[in-house]
């Protein structure tokens, strides 16, 4: 089977779509509904691991992550919904339209900037799919994430 011209569009960024990360508790990574996918929260996983864990600040301290990473891990969480995505549709090519963004960085209570965090994930989306990556989107702070993940992503897309 020939690459999908999204997954082709992926790789000439530098990036490779995962496998689909197993849930780490009762939920399945994505469900379609109608025309939609809804992804569950994804996590940072690379090979099967998170690259880092703590909370996010800008304090430049040791033990915290910091927002250029978070950045980074933003990105991979949406490479992760990605590959639920096509879990469920089969071919990322199918994808109309990226519709919402939903991100949480755990964060130390004086971090603010968690929208630059998680456009690691929103500009990520807006290189693969151009127009079509544009989207609503929720930047949200949180006290902690599964694992002491440093952010979550989850998404919503359109498909034909």
Do not use: C, W
């Not at 690459?3 to 000439?12: D, M, P, Q, Y």
């Not at 109608?34 to 909370?55: I, N």
């Not at 250029?68 to 089969?90: D, M, P, Q, R």
């Amino acid at each position: 089977m020939s690459e999908s011209r999204i997954e082709a569009r992926i790789r000439e960024l530098g990036y490779e779509l995962p496998e689909v990360a197993a849930p780490v508790a009762a939920y399945v990574p994505a469900i379609v509904s109608g025309s939609y996918v809804y992804t569950s929260g994804q996590l940072p996983f690379t090979q099967g691991a998170l690259p880092e864990t703590g909370k996010v600040s800008d304090n430049g301290q040791d033990g915290y992550v910091s927002p250029e990473n978070a950045k980074k891990y933003a990105a991979v969480s949406v490479l992760n919904a990605l590959a639920a995505v096509k879990s469920v549709i089969g071919d990322l090519d199918r994808i109309k339209q990226v519709v919402k963004v939903v991100g949480f960085v755990s964060s130390d209570p004086a971090f603010t900037a968690q929208p630059a965090v998680i456009n690691g994930a929103s500009e990520l989306l807006g290189e693969i799919f151009g127009e079509a990556g544009q989207h609503a989107r929720s930047a949200v702070g949180v006290p902690v994430l599964p694992l002491d993940s440093p952010v979550e992503v989850e998404i919503i897309v359109e498909f034909a």
